[in-house]
């Protein structure tokens, strides 16, 4: 008799990204982590208009991309690099 139990579905292939946003009139920018990156800069729209999507990373590990995102956000030389190395994508915008 053919066995009918089923191996459980694996897991969603799902990404996780830390991203920068950068308001075209000034150098503030704006670090966020997100499941869907396209739908949160859609959600941005509405708070931050203006404000461009520069960078982000992604992250197959939730726990990576919470990690890198308060590092980008609490210890300013982290941020200050990432600045160094995406210099010419902040001064486009």
């Known amino acids: 008799m053919e066995n009918l139990s089923r191996k459980p579905l694996p897991r969603p292939f799902y990404m996780y990204y830390v991203y920068v946003l950068k308001h075209p009139k000034n150098s503030f920018v704006y670090v966020g982590y997100s499941d869907d990156v396209q739908r949160r800069i859609r959600e941005h729209k509405t708070d931050k208009p203006n ?22 956000k609490h210890y300013g030389s982290s941020i200050g690099h990432l600045r160094k190395r995406i210099k010419n994508s902040i001064r486009e915008i």
């Open 51 to 72: 404000w461009k999507l520069v960078y982000y990373e992604a992250y197959f590990s939730k726990r990576d991309a919470v990690i890198r995102e308060k590092q980008l």
